[in-house]
Nanobody, 123 residues
């Protein structure tokens, strides 16, 4: 059974940092691309950053580029999202997702999803 479990969310002041983790199990980690997405209340889910299978390619949304960094630890089957210089507009539920055969920042490209972790940035 494929499982993706996010952790690391919380409440932080603007300008602060958080590191999210996505622990994967039930599939061959290196064969999947992993993406981070977020969904704020009343808004559509949007892609934040993703890393291709085996870590060869990374892309990020314009809104987070230079502030958020995605990385993976294949030995731990875990993908991280380091978030620095957080802004109130980064407040959302953050999800990780896995894609076999696809990658990028489109929700439709992903096959499996975690339950999400809340990130709240206060001003």
């Amino acid at each position: 059974e494929v499982q993706l479990v996010e952790s690391g969310g919380g409440l932080v002041q603007a300008g602060g940092s958080l590191r999210l983790s996505c622990a994967a199990s039930g599939f061959t980690f290196g064969d999947y691309s992993i993406g981070w997405f977020r969904q704020a209340p009343g808004k559509e889910r949007e892609g934040v950053s993703c890393i291709s299978s085996r870590g060869g390619n990374i892309t990020s949304a314009d809104s987070v580029r230079g502030r958020f960094t995605i990385s993976s630890d294949n030995a731990k089957s875990t993908v991280y999202l380091q978030m620095n210089s957080l802004k109130p507009e980064d407040t959302a539920v953050y999800y990780c997702a896995a894609a076999v055969g696809g990658w990028g920042l489109r929700v439709a490209s992903y096959d499996y999803w975690g339950q999400g972790t809340q990130v709240t940035v206060s001003s």
